[in-house]
């Protein structure tokens, strides 16, 4: 048995029957996680804490009731999300002594199922960017290219993930930040409908958008952490391919992509459409129209409201926060909303009107066209060289590399749909391209059910090739 190749429910199987130790699977995640620290995905861990939980876990005369039956798994978290037990810094240098009085919601529930805390995660100072190339406590690495980014804002609990440091993270997805870096670092990222988990202890950017996503290695692994998280029904049924209706967005959602990713997505689709899925070339009517009035706006209004809240709360000043700010991409965005650039409150209620009929727009499509989901390319790229955070080459030309990357998450985040990225497979490169799947708002457990019996179709990506085990 290969504890690090154990799926979150594989490990919690074989901790309860005791066929692997409590101890043993935590010192061959710290020794992986040991071997891989140039990947730079942790910012805060506590291996003698984890160690020690897991031997009180061996001695104990039974295994754990069903009522911790994730118990002794080790779960990677986000540094914007809240634990009482390691500091919570949000990547930036003000809060890196920053211990919060108690834990996030969606971290109490995993801690009342039996995981245990990993470590905090790296990622895009104050989750604002893409790329994970964080100035303050450094880039993130790619682990199938150490050059490359492994997407943000969520990068370090995507490569946790990947390089079978842990079974499963959390992250958080405002435009793309738990779906675009599972598909550059080839796992499966969640977005669930905005407002399905708690937002209590989040840094937040946007509370109109932002939501906490799991990230795993398979589809089942996410979709009990969704269950756990959302206290939904964990069971989901065994949908067949045969008759299920993908929407695909041609136009919005394919056109300038990297070719090499083009490739990969035809082919799963290919393979759908073989097993009986209905393929239906369709763009969401007035998509972009409504889109590109929305997102950015949204989140930069709001930012300047959720920002000095949180620093109050731990007691700093809104100046003492942003004097701590280390990324030059970071502090560009929060200097303009500082000055004559930012967001008034006319913009952002007229944002929040076109967010409306950019819901309904996606409502109407679901509905009349009796769509399962979406399916298009979760990035119009794969992951580009570290240090390309104000543009990146796509394939010859010049394109911001922000808006590049987010271009086929965003309008999902702006309509607070569910969306998953799954893995299709490796362009000739050898870096991972992901699929993603938006589902109509509020239908996030059907939406689990399509991705899983997509993924089952789709090639299995093998273990990075960095990746010692």
């Excluded at 470590?119 to 964080?134: D, P, Q, V």
């Excluded at 007035?286 to 930012?303: C, I, P, R, Y």
């Excluded at 967010?355 to 390319?377: E, V």
């Excluded at 299709?424 to 509020?442: K, S």
């Amino acid at each position: 048995m290969d504890p690090h190749e154990l799926t979150l429910l594989e490990a919690a199987a074989a901790l309860r029957t005791r066929h692997l130790g409590h101890l043993e699977y935590v010192q061959a995640l710290l020794a992986q996680t040991d071997r891989l620290t140039a990947l730079n995905a942790w910012i805060s861990r506590d291996s003698e804490g984890l160690i020690l939980q897991a031997k009180a876990l061996d001695q104990a005369s039974s295994a754990p009731s069903e009522h911790l039956p994730l118990a002794g798994i080790p779960v990677a978290i986000k540094d914007n999300i809240d634990t009482a037990v390691l500091p919570t810094s949000g990547g930036t240098r003000a809060l890196l002594a920053c211990r919060p009085s108690r834990n996030a919601t969606v971290v109490e529930r995993l801690l009342q199922s039996g995981c245990l805390i990993a470590g905090k995660t790296n990622l895009h100072e104050l989750a604002l960017g893409g790329t994970s190339n964080n100035t303050v406590t450094g880039a993130c690495r790619n682990p199938w290219n150490a050059f490359r980014i492994p997407g943000g804002s969520s990068g370090g609990s995507a490569v946790a993930v990947a390089a079978r440091m842990v079974p499963a993270a959390l992250g958080t997805d405002t435009g793309a930040s738990v779906r675009l870096p599972a598909a550059l670092c080839g796992v499966v990222g969640f977005r669930p409908s905005t407002g399905r988990y708690s937002s209590q202890g989040i840094l937040h950017l946007s509370p109109t958008k932002d939501t906490v996503g799991p990230m795993a290695r398979c589809v089942a692994d996410v979709a009990w952490l969704d269950g756990l998280l959302a206290k939904d029904r964990l069971h989901m049924p065994n949908l067949s391919l045969k008759g299920l209706r993908l929407g695909i967005p041609r136009g919005d959602f394919f056109e300038g992509a990297d070719p090499q990713v083009l490739a990969v997505i035809e082919l799963a689709l290919e393979t759908l459409v073989s097993e009986g899925v209905v393929c239906l070339t369709l763009d969401v009517p007035d998509l972009k129209q409504h889109n590109e009035a929305t997102g950015s706006t949204l989140v930069m209004f709001e930012m300047m409201q959720s920002l000095p809240a949180y620093a109050k709360a731990q007691g700093l000043t809104l100046d003492a926060l942003l004097a701590g700010v280390g990324s030059p991409d970071v502090a560009l965005l929060l200097s303009r909303q500082l000055g004559h650039g930012r967001v008034t409150a006319t913009a952002y209620a007229a944002a929040q009107a076109r967010r409306q009929k950019l819901q309904i727009a996606y409502a109407r499509h679901f509905a009349d066209h009796r769509l399962d989901a979406l399916a298009f390319p979760t990035c119009p790229m794969t992951a580009p060289p570290i240090g390309h955070d104000e543009l990146v080459d796509l394939h010859g030309q010049a394109v911001p590399t922000f808006k590049t990357l987010i271009r086929n998450t965003d309008p999902g985040s702006n309509a607070g749909l569910p969306g998953i990225s799954l893995p299709a497979g490796l362009t000739a490169e050898g870096l991972p391209v992901g699929l993603e799947l938006d589902g109509a708002l509020g239908t996030d457990r059907h939406l689990l059910a399509v991705a899983a019996a997509i993924e089952r179709v789709l090639p299995a990506l093998p273990r990075p090739p960095r990746v010692q085990a």
